[in-house]
């Protein structure tokens, strides 16, 4: 039984008990409803209310939404309980999230351990607090730090909560035996019964709705439940509690049926689930990783560096001259102090955790690393040599990690009499912000060094997702099949600013044009000249590119690419003269320009992603197709409410997806268009990707 009850002192104990974190699930309810009910039926001075495990109620059963609702209802349960005649305490530990701290706040005290952490977090799955945490919330902190507290979904600590009103007692062990002895004391006082709902309507002037709706509207650009959340704020200042309810209990319907909310709850278990790799024994050893060293002290070493310091481990930055580490540490002091700066860390742990990076341009002080990850600039060969020389270095067990954002890890294993302690480990830039993490799987890689490498990105606080060899793994192969169609828009008709504008109103971060600004168009241009001509592809998805670069337009780092930029700035100019080289370069391929609409853009570029997605997953590149939406989520800035370009697919409909992808290829030709055979399967079997890929277990 989820739920059990205990008199003691005629004190109710009713404690939780559903691993692993106690979720309101339709048992865990219908345990409450009863263990409540059978408490004030009785002759009980007060009810408590705790939870076994590592943590308090940290919401609803996600897993449970999209099946039909079963009584007893959370907000119906929750008002019953408020109802009850007697104290009610809730004893907090772990984190108290959504439906769970709602739950806190239908009590009528609230004790916790120091360490717990409250919050209403549903806004991270597209929807809003449904059970009464919009009316009772604001009631007890107010409208602004209510709005705070409810869209921005961040939990706050106990001391904050507390200084909120919303927690009475902190101790700092013994919760349960704490919470015990402090309703006894309410009992002896003579405390009242404390019911938030019953709290006048908070005040508010009328105008912070209107300021929060528009903040939210760049904030959180295009997504439902931040409005819906300020709507129902909104009606517990200007309605009864019950009609703010009723207010409440309609826009949380309206989430939850919702794409948005769909797609955020699809990216919450995808992201959990690409942390499990098939195959890989749960029990599998780790090896012990407490010394990185790290090879290359560019922006990505830089970046990669740290992430081992932040976690607490020995860092040696290794460069092949000090001018050069010198500059690589400059960099890394920056980024501390910039972190200081806004806030995000103190200046002493900013200047401990930075001292646990070392420099050195001596291999030798490599040997006693425990993890080595090479990041030096895209050349296979140099990337070779390198392994060669720590093969002879590194101690026996060293795991061997190469950044490589395309490379061939299999040949760089290869260079190594160890190539089982061989992995890739592709950070992306800034590696020291960036969550993504593709841990590339060579052929002979060892599962411990998988098994190892999976839980050390969890502890680099990194979003790791296995990736098979391929060029480009998982997300930058994908990534040219969505460079190419934006090019090709380019020089049929579309200027850089409205194929940006169209891909940021669909929902993605950044446009392409300012993506490849940003990464400098020099780099495709100098892979491109090691290339024989035919070897380049169709010149009509280069030629702009290949053409600013030669007017000395490098991007962003040049103060002009597709935009101009001022200096040390990334606002960004439309330049006329990009668009008289377009229209020129259009000509010389013969391309005759036409009209191209957003609508088109945006399937060109997203068709793309998925059709090439399709083949990976088909190819065992990516485990599942829910790993390429955290590769795109986390890495590419595609927009987590549309659940990544394959939950995307599925929202969309396979059948549909094709027959536009059959058009382009009529249109625009084979081959870049022929439908993947994964596809066409799935539309013939009438399957979703989601289906199918739980039939693959
Ligand atoms: N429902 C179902 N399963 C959940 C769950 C939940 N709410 N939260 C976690 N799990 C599973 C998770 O899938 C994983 O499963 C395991 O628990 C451990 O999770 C009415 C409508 C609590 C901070 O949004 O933020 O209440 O992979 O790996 O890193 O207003 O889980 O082991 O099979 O994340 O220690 C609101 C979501 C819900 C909180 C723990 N609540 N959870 O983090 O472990 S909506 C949330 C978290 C709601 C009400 C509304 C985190 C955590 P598996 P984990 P963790």
Redesign the pocket.
Same mark, same amino acid.
């Given at each position: 039984m989820p739920v059990q009850l205990e008199i003691v002192d005629n004190i109710a104990l009713v404690t939780i008990d559903n691993p692993?974190?106690n !979720? @309101?699930s339709h048992a865990v309810r219908l345990g409450l409803q009863n263990a409540v009910r059978e408490a004030t039926a009785g002759a009980c001075e007060a009810i408590v209310i705790q939870c076994a495990g590592r +943590?308090f109620v !940290? *919401?609803?059963?996600?897993?449970e939404f999209g099946q039909p609702p079963k009584d007893p209802w #959370?907000p119906g349960l929750l008002e019953e309980i408020e109802a009850a005649k007697v104290p009610v305490v809730a004893a907090l530990h772990g +984190?108290a @999230? *959504?439906?769970?701290f709602?739950l806190a706040l239908a009590s009528h005290y609230r004790i916790a351990l120091e360490d717990a952490q409250v919050g209403?977090?549903?806004v991270? #799955?597209g @929807? @809003?607090? *449904? !059970?009464g945490?919009t009316q009772r919330l604001p009631r007890i902190v107010g409208v602004k730090a209510a709005l705070d507290l409810i869209t921005r979904g961040t939990p706050i600590d106990a001391k904050s909560a507390q200084v909120l009103g919303l927690v009475d007692e902190i101790v700092t062990s013994d919760l349960h035996e704490a919470a015990f002895e402090y309703a006894k004391k309410l009992v002896a006082a003579g405390a009242g019964i404390r019911r938030s709902s019953e709290l006048p309507a908070p005040e508010a002037d009328s105008a912070i709705f209107a300021e929060y709706r528009k903040q939210l509207a760049q904030r959180a650009r295009g997504q439902l439940a931040p409005q819906k959340i300020v709507d129902c704020v909104e009606a517990a200042v200007t309605l009864s509690f019950a009609d703010g309810m009723e207010t409440e209990r309609k826009a949380?319907m309206e989430c939850i049926a919702s794409s948005q909310s769909a797609g955020l709850r699809h990216m919450?278990?995808a992201e959990?689930?690409a942390g499990k790799v098939r195959g890989l024994a749960s029990d599998t050893p780790h090896r012990e990783v407490q010394k990185v060293g790290v090879i290359g002290a560019g922006t990505m070493g830089s970046g990669i560096a740290m992430n081992f310091a932040n976690a607490g481990m020995a860092v040696r930055l290794l460069e092949v001259n000090n001018e050069a580490l010198q500059k690589g540490l400059d960099t890394i002091a920056r980024n501390y102090a910039g972190g200081v700066k806004r806030g995000k860390m103190s200046e002493q742990d900013a200047n401990t955790t930075r001292e646990r990076i070392t420099g050195t341009t001596d291999y030798a002080d490599l040997a006693d690393a425990d993890l080595i990850v090479e990041a030096v600039y895209e050349n296979l060969e140099l990337k070779q040599d390198i392994f060669r020389r720590l093969d002879g270095i590194a101690k026996p067990g060293a795991i061997l990690a190469t950044n490589t954002s395309y490379q061939d890890v299999n040949k760089i294993a290869a260079a190594t009499g160890r190539p089982e302690d061989v992995i890739g480990l592709h950070f992306f830039s800034p590696a020291h912000i960036m969550k993504l993490l593709e841990v590339v799987r060579a052929d002979k890689t060892a599962d411990d060094v998988l098994a190892t490498c999976m839980a050390l990105a969890r502890r680099i606080r990194k979003v790791p997702v296995v990736a098979g060899v391929c060029y480009g793994f998982i997300g930058n192969r994908m990534l040219q099949h969505y460079g190419r169609e934006a090019q090709l828009c380019l020089i049929e008709g579309a200027t850089p600013d409205a194929i940006d504008t169209a891909m940021q109103q669909w929902g993605m971060a950044m446009g392409p044009m300012r993506v490849f600004d940003l990464a400098g168009l020099d780099v495709g241009y100098k892979a491109r000249q090691g290339l024989a001509l035919e070897e380049r592809g169709d010149p009509k998805a280069y030629r702009v590119a290949d053409a600013l670069v030669e007017m000395g337009r490098l991007g962003q780092k040049s103060g002009a690419g597709f935009y101009t930029y001022d200096a040390g700035s990334r606002d960004y100019t439309v330049d006329p003269l990009v668009e008289e080289l377009i229209v020129k370069e259009a000509a010389a391929l013969n391309v005759e320009r036409r009209e191209i609409g957003a609508d088109e853009i945006v399937d060109r570029l997203i068709y793309a992603l998925i059709n090439e997605g399709m083949r990976i997953v088909e190819e065992g590149i990516a485990q599942r197709p829910s790993d390429i939406d955290v590769v795109y989520v986390y890495g590419y800035g595609f927009p987590a409410y549309r659940g990544g370009p394959m939950h995307y697919a599925d929202t969309v409909g396979l059948k549909n997806v094709l027959a536009r992808i059959c058009e382009f290829r009529e249109r625009l030709g084979a081959e870049n268009w022929s439908p993947a055979p994964l596809l066409e399967k799935l539309v013939r079997d009438d399957l979703s990707l989601a289906q199918w890929s739980a039939q693959q277990g």
């Open positions: 692993p974190v !979720a @309101l +943590t !940290a *919401g609803a059963d996600i897993k #959370l +984190t @999230l *959504g439906g769970g709602e209403l977090p549903e991270k #799955l @929807l @809003l607090p *449904g !059970a945490g949380f919450f278990f959990r689930e």
